[in-house]
């Protein structure tokens, strides 16, 4: 103990800076709790209503039977890609410069997997029979379908869930350590039990990083594996312009794409309320702004290999669907998102002055967060206005009880996160002294 | 038992020669099935529910225009794309060919209405509601389905249970014709006929090996079991 007391001597300044957002609360932090608190309240409001009077409460119609509770579902499960990737691949490839962005990542990632998990739930027809997707014996012997891919999708957003929280929880333990010796009050008993009994012993540093490497790789897979699995309820199924194979890779870069944006959001508003200008400096935003540029470049070279091969070969049915995007009704979304998160991040990140400005990079990930918001609901809604037979052709715009349900989603994630940021430090301190 | 129900197989073929489009055939199933009305405001957000529907089409341009009616109801695919994808067997395929809806296992993820390229599967975005006096015409033998459900076509399948019941205490096997769906037995110009299709002389079966022959979306590979035959004038 007393070791570890002379250690952190060395370097109090740290301790002090990153602990500050968890010991010191501005008068705004309540507004801000106040505020998101009354819009999930709203959003709760609206669930209720909807799940008494019953799921028209939506605008779905066939042959529309899906839209943005979907879409927001793949926004959310794309979302938690930030914190996975970010540290994750960063963290097998030992750039170093992740480690002040891991935490703030991988928080995220946590949570969008929680809002994501919600968007299931708004969606079903009898949610109060849930539980029949769950394997449990029953007098009727009856088990969930294996075959269909929406059973993929619960299995592999599970087992994500799981293997993410483990993967937030692993390098928590030394902080939670050293909160458990710094906070006292209410949250001490519960640093208590979260550290596990962490005293920073040799052994115990040993035991963690092998925990680490173990599960990092493993966690990218994982990783991959749950949107490939997200995409694939589209790219199995029978519907034009969704049946295709380019739908796996093209989720999981479009996951990727949206939630660096995420992070660069993330990033730049906590460094400007808790003034980590020390350790989150506009380097990493160049970094960052790379990657999205990356992501960007391969996601339009995904999207344009898909459209090109279904406007040369032309057939009927496809084509309904890339004329109504191109051209048709659903053109102004189409190129709206097509400027959001191609056109404009192309522009500006490709230049290294802009990338070494935050606040720049923060918009670019607001713009590429809007954007694909925008093309997960042209991914569902086009395709389903289209069907083989003309007679059954639909459109579609969301009802006020939908939008509130994601506008209280939406102010549910960032009050979570509010929330985290009092209990948990938000960059990692072990690793930043490291 | 479990031998004679392998030996159907219920299959339908619908004459687009004799459709006249009268849509008898869509008021009898709403009346056989308890399909619930909708109403004004329902059909304009695109959500009246008919397991049957008269699809129209028009042909040619002002003044030379030929009006085209085709029927469609669930086509029970013997490669059903709505049945891998519920993720609680509520879409199941019978040893008889028909594709069952279990409503109670339904808990409404609609993935089966995306996937079915017919457009055939109805949900039910509310309870259902019939105004007065059509709450007593109600069939006791078809459930009333409730609020967050799939529902479509059965092919009459109480009818069917009926026939191959009374067949049985009589000590006879189902002869082509005791089993009528409720749209075949109103249609007035016969354009729809049902049978087994295991029996090569069931007029459906007849009706099936003519050279009009043709599935809908044959293309996809579903398999249907109705057969449409193309109206030649």
């Known amino acids: ?434 | 038992m479990s031998e004679e129900k392998k030996t159907h197989k219920w299959e339908m073929v619908i004459d687009l020669d004799r459709c006249t489009g009268c849509e008898a055939c869509v008021v009898a199933c709403h009346a056989e099935n308890n399909v619930r009305i909708s109403g004004e405001d329902e059909a304009a957000q695109g959500r009246a529910i008919n397991w049957i529907r008269i699809e129209r089409y028009w042909e040619g341009e002002y003044p030379d225009v030929r009006t085209r009616f085709m029927p469609v109801l669930c086509q029970h695919c013997d490669d059903a794309p709505c049945e891998p994808v519920c993720p609680v067997y509520a879409s199941y395929h019978t040893p008889e060919g028909l594709n069952a809806q279990v409503y109670n296992r339904c808990i409404g993820v609609r993935y089966c209405g995306n996937n079915c390229p017919y457009t055939a599967r109805q949900f039910n975005w509310f309870d259902p509601h019939w105004d007065e006096p059509l709450a007593e015409q109600l069939n006791p033998d078809v459930t009333v389905r409730q609020n967050g459900i799939m529902e479509k076509c059965t092919f009459c399948v109480q009818r069917i249970r009926q026939g191959k019941e009374r067949a049985e205490k009589e000590g006879r096997p189902v002869r082509d014709g005791d089993i009528t769906p409720a749209c075949v037995q109103t249609c007035p110009t016969s354009a729809l006929v049902f049978g087994d299709r295991r029996d090569p002389d069931s007029r459906v079966s007849k009706l099936a090996r003519q050279d009009r022959a043709f599935h809908l979306l044959e293309s996809v590979g579903t398999h249907p079991a109705v057969t449409y035959l193309k109206r030649l004038t």
């Open chain 1, 1 to 434: 103990m007393e070791q570890e007391d002379r250690h952190w001597e060395r370097i109090p300044k740290i301790n002090h800076e990153l602990l500050a957002p968890l010991l010191v609360t501005h008068w705004t932090y309540f507004l801000l709790i106040g505020v998101l608190a009354c819009l999930v309240a709203a959003g709760a409001g609206a669930w209720t209503y909807q799940v008494q009077t019953g799921i028209g409460q939506t605008n779905l119609h066939p042959p529309i039977f899906w839209a943005v509770y979907i879409a927001s579902f793949i926004f959310w499960v794309g979302a938690s890609h930030s914190g996975t990737f970010i540290s994750g691949v960063l963290r097998l490839t030992k750039a170093e410069w992740r480690r002040p962005v891991t935490r703030i990542a991988e928080l995220m990632t946590f949570i969008s997997l929680i809002i994501a998990t919600l968007f299931v739930f708004y969606h079903l027809g009898r949610v109060w029979r849930w539980y029949y997707l769950i394997p449990y014996p029953n007098q009727r012997e009856m088990w969930p379908n294996f075959r269909s891919p929406l059973m993929w999708d619960a299995t592999a957003v599970f087992t994500y869930a799981t293997a993410s929280t483990i993967y937030l929880y692993l390098p928590l333990i030394p902080d939670f350590a050293l909160l458990r010796e710094r906070i006292g009050g209410w949250r001490k008993p519960l640093y208590r039990v979260l550290s596990l009994g962490w005293t920073g012993t040799q052994n115990q540093w040993q035991i963690l990083e092998t925990a680490m490497r173990i599960i990092t790789p493993l966690i990218v897979m994982v990783m991959i594996s749950v949107h490939s699995i997200v995409g694939w309820d589209f790219g199995v199924s029978l519907v034009p312009a969704w049946h295709s194979t380019i739908f796996a890779p093209y989720f999981v870069v479009g996951a990727v794409h949206s939630g660096m944006g995420l992070v660069a959001i993330g990033l730049y508003v906590l460094r400007k309320i808790y003034r980590l200008d020390d350790y989150i400096t506009p380097e990493h935003f160049d970094k960052l702004a790379k990657l999205m540029l990356v992501t960007t470049l391969s996601l339009a070279y995904l999207y344009f290999a898909e459209l090109l091969t279904i406007w040369y070969a032309n057939i009927p049915d496809h084509m309904w669907v890339v004329d109504a995007l191109l051209t048709g009704p659903f053109a102004v979304p189409f190129w709206f998102m097509a400027t959001c998160i191609y056109i404009l991040p192309l522009a500006t990140l490709t230049n290294p002055a802009f990338r070494q400005w935050p606040l720049g990079v923060m918009i670019i990930g607001v713009l590429i967060n809007i954007g694909m918001y925008i093309e997960r609901v042209l991914i569902l809604v086009p395709p389903l206005s289209y069907p083989r037979l003309p007679f059954n052709w639909g459109s579609y715009f969301p009802s006020w009880v939908e939008m509130t349900i994601i506008v209280g989603s939406l102010a549910l994630a960032v009050l979570l996160y509010a929330l985290a940021v009092k209990i948990v430090p938000v960059i990692s301190i072990w690793e930043e002294k490291e």
